[in-house]
């Protein structure tokens, strides 16, 4: 008998086809997670049995529900080849449901400016509104969210929410991307965990039903804590050595938070730090006829959050006023990888938030600079439009 060392541990992710039915993963399903705070708890709901009799001590209870929760925390990071999905896409999809993929470069007409970017009638039908693109001006690589798109017929054309620096050259070169977005339909998966590479788990029926962005400040390295729910899990003690094992050599690299600007309204702030909670709000299906007590969940509501403190401007009172009159804010940030040419960038993440409400804002201080500690709301306009995620 050995015992089971968590450094040796590993985990499997497979979109399921029908809900609760396990799907066995192959070695590339395998995702690079934190090690501190990845698992799953599993617990049976206790069933008291009251009965009288000649003493006072308590009954043998029974097992009812099951109940299967967990964390899979994982670096916020991109795919290793530009506009590809990361490899955590099963955790994304299932948190947020809806996916749109630009899988080729497209060159631009001319005629560009800062804020209208002229398109091709051929490939004008790969943008939407609120996609997030790359623009690869030379030297000045950025991104950008997609105000409006414009499908007439020789003169089709996107108008960005935020203007570029500068207008870039003609035929300039927007590049591949990966997105999610809001959607209903979010598949659940099934997990595989290798504790230590000993124990074999199994859990059926996962739902991101959340996800906190931590660690996006200065100079550090950007996570997203997803927390699951499941409908069942089983442990097995497996043959060794284990039939699959996970090859990161060949991985990008996780953006540090330098030289990751936000945007808020379209301005660019000077801010040290922010957070971003995407929530599910899940109904359960329970059935007498399941052995777990479910036969599946819904979810009912969807919700993000976010807090960023910007320094106080000393010229102005714009964000105050927005909060005061309840106008309307939209949040854009995004950080990469820089290449080895000058103001070029790859392997870069980004969110973007098109409408929000300012909640709270009171007065705050970052080692005696003032600041404005903003909590705000993400809300629908036309419906699967409250918070996108970008992977270029």
């Known amino acids: 008998m050995g015992f089971v060392v968590k450094g040796k541990s590993s985990v499997y992710l497979k979109e399921e086809v029908l809900e609760g039915v396990y799907v066995a993963p192959v070695a590339g399903d395998a995702v690079e997670v934190l090690e501190d705070g990845v ?101 000045q690589y950025a991104l950008r969210p997609i105000a409006e798109v414009d499908t007439t017929l020789g003169a089709a054309e996107i108008t960005l929410a935020i203007p570029l620096d500068a207008a870039p050259a003609d035929n300039v070169v927007i590049g591949k991307s990966a997105l999610y977005y809001h959607k209903d339909g979010a598949p659940s998966f099934s997990t595989t965990h290798y504790i230590g590479g000993a124990i074999k788990e199994t859990v059926e029926g996962c739902r991101s039903i959340s996800a906190s962005l931590e660690s996006w400040e200065g100079g550090a390295v950007p996570s997203f804590n997803f927390s699951v729910e499941a409908l069942d899990l089983e442990q097995f003690a497996e043959t060794l050595p284990v039939p699959l094992t996970p090859n990161f050599a060949n991985e990008a690299l996780p953006p540090v938070i330098l030289g990751a600007c936000v945007w808020i309204n379209g301005v660019k702030v000077s ?12 109904a359960e299906v329970l059935s007498a006829c399941s052995q777990s007590g479910k036969v599946g969940s819904r979810f009912t509501q969807f919700m993000t959050t976010g ?86």
């Open 39 to 139: 698992g799953f708890e599993y617990s049976r709901d206790e069933v008291e049995r009251n009965l009288l009799s000649a003493t006072i001590e308590v009954e043998a209870s029974r097992l009812g529900l099951k109940q299967v929760t967990g964390s899979v925390p994982v670096e916020f990071k991109a795919g290793l080849t530009e506009g590809a999905y990361p490899r955590e896409n099963v955790l994304y999809k299932s948190l947020l449901g809806g996916t749109r993929q630009i899988s080729t470069n497209t060159t631009t007409k001319t005629g560009n400016t800062a804020s209208v970017l002229k398109i091709q009638d051929a490939d004008i039908s790969k943008f939407k509104k609120n996609d997030i693109i790359l623009v690869k001006q030379a030297n």
């Open 271 to 282: 801010y040290n730090s922010l957070t971003l909670n995407l929530e599910n709000t899940k």
């Open 307 to 392: 807090e960023i403190a910007p320094y106080m401007d000393d010229d102005n009172v714009d964000r105050f006023t927005a909060f005061n009159t309840n106008d309307d804010i939209s949040v854009f940030g995004y950080a990469y990888n820089p290449t080895s040419t000058v103001g070029e960038i790859e392997q870069a993440i980004a969110f973007w938030i098109p409408q929000a409400k300012i909640t709270t804002m009171p007065n705050g201080d970052q080692d005696g600079i003032m600041t404005n500690q903003i909590s705000f709301k993400a809300y629908k306009k036309d419906g699967e439009d409250t918070v996108f995620l970008g992977f270029f």
